[in-house]
């Protein structure tokens, strides 16, 4: 039975139906390491949760990835991100998840935690020098996080302090420019009853885009500062206090987009996309209370955001005799703070088995301010009835906050069988208000409140089919806060959108067989979406690309439905293979923009399909190489009468080096075969006179190699 389980594994892992869960270093018959999901409420080893999670644990990372959690992303069955933006900002969980945000208030559908720390809409954070793992749970996450994680939740841990002294320094060389160095220092401060972490990197590159019209090659630069510092306070077996402090400086340009669809732009006005963020968390877990738990998580984040870019995405050379210049600068403030309290019964991964009980209440606000300056003129010399100059600055302020109780109870239906029912309660209300200037118009001005009352939860049954083997039933309700639309020329009923639900039935599988050493990880889900929160926008005026407008509507209903597979096999000691693939099929019915209803169809940014294999070969002696093949099927870019969708595309990254317990020295090389693929498209009007609709995209990273070196003590 045996000899059939590893045959059935390997079969799963050469098809894709496998895994970018662990891939560990193993002895003789060493197992894989026990994959324990921390970003539930509370800690489970993943073959006893409920639900649909990856969970890329550090090796993994630091064997597929590279700088940012855009590396390892294709790993992940179902997770997609939309560009538009130089580093991943926006994501999408089985087909849900926001595009962009360019004006209004924030609206997420997918949860973004770094160490607790809310950073939802706000990726562009998540580097991983130092990042111990990350969790994404798929599907929603009512009970856990209530409005903002209606699709799921990303959750980023970095690595905790340890109780040896030690540390590492790193160093990166790559084409276009690319050079990172780091450094990490761990260990006791046995006099406060303390230890701490401290890691720091700066990553640098010139891009992958070169401006021929000002003769740079930087103006799609990255330029990256992360630095982590840590703090744990343990007097006692029974009290732990965790301080984390992050600052994340991505100083990026931005100048991605091309008439030709090239790499090579012809901007006059290349931007920036600038991304500093300040986070602290706060997390005390008290068990002297007998068998009881009192957690307290407090956060606080304060972020600046700008962003811009060429809106004509062109030159005076370019466009002569027609004078056609435009661009857009957004300055983007956000604050949150979050508080949080739980009370549970004390439970761990390897014991969780009696009736277990958690109630919390949570409290969340955020603040933003967004300054939107958009200028351009446009001159035919033919024709002086089509010449424009516009200029308009946008200045919003918006608050909101939320408030929830939640309660989970967990228990047992004999000794193979465990069951779990959660609910949450929140309460959301949002006060905006903005003024619009205008160069030839009257100043206009929006004020918008609405409040909601929100529930979710989850039921969930997980039963323990032989040694290894669980499967379970899920049904889970999510739900999302309704908003405001603020484009002119909207009838009074459309200003406003009301809050969205999802009801997610799911069931999978959970194995781990040949004595640990395959891991497998199927779910089978069905979404149907009550009052789906759809984004689609027009330009108004073909000559200004900044005439754009964006208008959000809820949808009668949806429905999303799939498949979710990982797994992954130690094949021999030195020997580990693994791979996922993701199938999804979506569809939205009744979206009605200007009383036009528009035709159901598939939504943007879900892809039917996603797979990935990877081999991974560890030699105790030193050297080791890993090799990753990904893939993704076409997806739309946007809703009609928008029709373009990208093309399938398969990407081959591959690392070739050696390890010693000291140093660490490799080779590495992303998208191997140089293949071009898009990460995000709009479909307009950009070109002087006749401004004819056509297909825009930004492309994805090309062909990408350097060498890399780590030195520990």
Do not use: C
Not at 505 to 517: N, P
Not at 577 to 597: A, C, K, R, W
Not at 660 to 684: M, Q, S
């Amino acid at each position: 039975m045996g000899n059939r389980h590893s045959a059935l594994g390997f079969l799963f892992a050469t098809l894709g139906l496998s895994s970018t869960a662990i891939t560990a270093e193993s002895g003789d018959n060493q197992p894989l390491d026990e994959i324990v999901v921390t970003a539930t409420l509370r800690s489970v080893a993943l073959e006893e949760l409920p639900g649909s999670a990856s969970v890329l644990s550090g090796t993994t990372l630091r064997d597929a990835g590279q700088q940012h959690f855009e590396d390892v992303l294709p790993l992940v069955p179902n997770l997609n991100w939309a560009g538009d933006t130089s580093r991943p900002r926006y994501f999408q969980i089985r087909g849900i998840g926001e595009l962009q945000q360019y004006q209004g208030a924030p609206n997420p559908s997918v949860g973004f935690l770094i160490d607790d720390i809310d950073f939802s809409g706000l990726g562009s954070a998540a580097t991983l020098f130092d990042v111990d793992h990350i969790e994404v749970l798929r599907g929603p996450q009512g009970t856990l996080y209530g409005a903002n994680a209606l699709a799921g939740l990303i959750y980023v841990k970095s690595a905790d302090p340890s109780a040896t002294f030690g540390g590492r320094a790193e160093v990166d060389a790559g084409n276009y420019n690319e050079r990172s160095y780091g450094a990490v220092l761990t260990g006791p401060v046995s006099a406060l009853d303390s230890t701490f972490r401290l890691a720091v990197q700066s990553y640098t590159s010139d891009g992958f885009y070169r401006n021929a019209y000002l003769g740079r090659d930087n103006t799609n630069n990255r330029d990256e500062l992360t630095l982590r510092g840590k703090w744990r306070y343990q007097p006692n077996d029974e009290w732990r206090v965790d301080l984390t402090v992050l600052r994340a400086q991505i100083d990026n340009g931005y100048d991605a987009f091309a008439i030709d669809n090239s790499r090579t732009t012809e901007s006059d006005h290349p931007s920036v996309d600038r991304q500093y963020s300040t986070g602290l968390a706060a997390r005390s877990t008290y068990t002297g209370f007998g068998s009881t738990t009192f957690t307290t998580i407090a956060t606080y984040a304060d972020t600046k955001v700008n962003y811009g870019f060429d809106g004509d995405w062109g030159n005076p050379i370019q466009w002569a005799p027609y004078t056609y210049d435009f661009t857009e600068y957004q300055v983007r403030y956000r604050s949150t703070r979050s508080l949080e309290f739980r009370l549970g019964d004390t439970t761990t991964p390897q014991a969780p088995r009696g009736l277990s009980w958690l109630v919390g209440v949570y409290a969340f606000e955020l603040r933003e301010s967004l300054t939107d300056t958009s200028a351009g003129v446009y001159v035919d010399p033919f024709d002086a009835t089509q010449n424009s100059d516009s200029l308009s600055v946008i200045s919003s302020e918006y608050r909101s906050r939320n408030g929830a109780i939640y309660g989970q109870l967990d228990g047992d239906l004999g000794d193979r069988a465990r069951w779990s029912v959660g609910l949450r309660g929140e309460r959301h209300t949002s006060r905006y208000s903005d003024t619009t200037t205008n160069l030839d118009a009257p100043a206009t001005a929006n004020n918008f409140g609405p409040a909601d009352n929100l529930w979710g939860g989850q039921a969930s049954i997980d039963l323990r089919i032989a040694d290894g083997q669980h499967v379970y039933a899920l049904i889970a309700r999510g739900y999302k806060a309704g908003g405001f639309n603020l484009s002119p020329g909207l009838p009074a009923n459309q200003l406003q959108f009301g809050p969205e639900s999802d009801l997610n039935l799911e069931i999978g599988h959970k194995a781990q067989m040949s004595d640990g050493r395959l891991q497998i990880d199927t779910s089978l889900f069905y979404m149907v979406r009550h009052n789906e929160q759809l984004l689609t926008g027009e330009q108004l005026d073909p000559s200004n690309p900044n005439t754009f407008i964006f208008f959000t509507g809820n949808a009668r209903s949806g429905f999303n439905y799939g498949l979710e597979s990982t797994a992954n096999w130690a094949a021999t000691p030195s020997l580990t293979l693994g791979g996922s693939l993701g199938l999804l099929q979506t569809q939205y019915h009744g979206f009605v923009q200007n009383d036009v209803t528009l035709p159901d169809r598939a939504l943007p940014h879900a892809a039917p399909w996603q797979a990935a294999v990877n081999a991974t070969w560890r030699d105790p002696r030193g050297p080791y190489a890993r090799l990753d093949v990904t893939g993704m099927g076409p997806f739309f870019y946007d809703l009609p009468p928008n029709d373009t969708r990208s093309s399938a595309y398969g990407l081959v990254n591959g690392k070739l080096g050696w390890e010693t317990a000291r140093w660490e020295a490799y080779l590495w090389g992303r998208n191997l075969l140089d293949k071009n693929y898009t990460v995000r498209g709009f479909y307009f009007g950009n070109e002087p006179p006749d401004f004819p609709n056509k297909l825009y995209v930004q492309l994805g990273e090309p062909r990408n190699w350097g060498v890399h070196f780590t030195a520990r003590f």
